[in-house]
């Protein structure tokens, strides 16, 4: 169902007057549409109750055994989604900050575009032995987990088999 067809579902089955639950996998608010489906019940006058879930970005790193902050190491984490492309299947303008940042970069939905992403990065000053892994499946019993640096991380990506849902992670 496309992210309309939900809303309009939840909508409908609320003012009908039933009990709906929408279970999400992680956050519902981290780039899982969370949002626009409470604008739908707000704008419908349907009352609704959030449970927060955790978000992939940190569960799947944490279950892989990589903390996304470590004192003294990595201060901070930035999640960004790994999805976004220009028109012209380029990363957007302001790409090149990401590789600016202190701490874990953490990239949802991006596998696809992992090629893009650790160019942009390298391109932008982010040194190419930087740690890189990405995490297939995270925090699921089939989870896989591939380690390297932003040099070698998509020859072992694809040499693994990693494929979707993935999250990629670079950073000390």
Excluded: W
């Amino acid at each position: 169902m496309s992210q309309d067809e939900i809303n309009t579902l939840l909508v409908k089955l609320g003012l009908e007057g039933r009990t709906v639950v929408r279970l999400k996998g992680g956050d519902p608010f981290v780039f899982g549409r969370g949002g626009e489906e409470v604008l739908a019940l707000q704008s419908a006058g349907i009352p609704y109750e959030v449970l927060p879930g955790v978000t992939s970005a940190v569960a799947a790193l944490e279950c892989a055994g990589i903390p996304v902050t470590h004192r003294a190491v990595s201060r901070s984490f930035h999640v960004m989604t790994g999805h976004t492309l220009s028109e012209e299947g380029s990363l957007p303008p302001d790409f090149s900050h990401f590789a600016g940042l202190s701490g874990t970069l953490i990239f949802l939905m991006g596998l696809g575009n992992l090629p893009l992403i650790v160019s942009g990065l390298i391109k932008a000053g982010k040194p190419a032995d930087t740690p890189a892994a990405v995490i297939q499946n995270g925090t699921l019993p089939e989870a896989v987990c591939v380690r390297g640096t932003l040099s070698d991380i998509e020859k072992k990506v694809k040499e693994a088999g990693i494929g979707t849902p993935a999250i990629i992670a670079v950073g000390d």
